[in-house]
């Protein structure tokens, strides 16, 4: 629900035309980048309560120092592949069930992070993102409910990306904390392909 504030201060009133205060996420907004959402998209909001409303294109490219592109309101930044996995696989599940949340142990046993005990690759992630969101908090992207599961907070609708760049990135080794010798190999292209269609 957005409030536009009308200003009787002569002096200030202009300012109305450039910012609205946002209820819902109790911010304000340029208006220039503020995020037009649908009535069905609104009722998401309130069903599932996201808390941020930036918009993520994952072109699927890559840099050749294993660095990944993600455009965020239209900034790009670079994430690393390891990161760029436990993103890509939070994009899956926001997609495939609209509120998007998957456990630590999930992810652990599909070889998306080393260890469910330990949550620094989430923030990580989050800190990513800082610079590029609509809100000064970045740490509302990657939202974690108390109970060891995390989501991307914004609408599925607001994330697009090139699935078919994405299905052709290549293997990436991880090693599990408990047995250093063992490679884990995963693949990007075999979560992309859990991805709908744009």
């Avoid at 993103?87 to 926001?94: H, I």
Wanted: hydrophobic share 35%.
């Amino acid at each position: 629900m957005v409030l536009e504030i009308v200003m009787s201060n002569v002096e200030i009133w202009p300012l109305y035309f450039l910012w609205k205060f946002d209820i819902l996420n109790d911010a304000f907004y340029a208006k220039d980048d503020r995020q037009d959402i649908s009535e069905n998209q609104n009722k998401d909001y309130s069903k599932y309560e996201y808390k941020c409303r930036d918009k993520v294109c994952i072109p699927g490219t890559r840099s050749i120092n294993r660095s990944n592109d993600i455009i965020v309101n239209g900034n790009k930044i670079k994430i690393g592949d390891t990161l760029f996995l436990l993103f890509l696989r939070l994009v899956v599940e926001l997609k495939k069930n609209r509120d998007g949340w998957i456990g630590m142990n999930t992810l652990y046993g599909e070889n998306i992070i080393h260890d469910p005990n330990r949550y620094q690759k989430f923030s990580e992630l989050n800190s990513r993102f800082q610079g590029s969101l609509l809100q000064k908090n970045h740490y509302d992207i990657i939202e974690n409910h108390g109970s060891g599961e995390y989501r991307i907070s914004t609408h599925p609708d607001f994330i697009t990306y090139d699935k078919e760049k994405l299905l052709q990135h290549p293997i990436i080794k991880q090693k599990r904390l408990e047995d250093i010798d063992k490679i884990d190999l995963v693949e990007i292209n075999e979560i992309a392909k859990d991805l709908p269609d744009n």
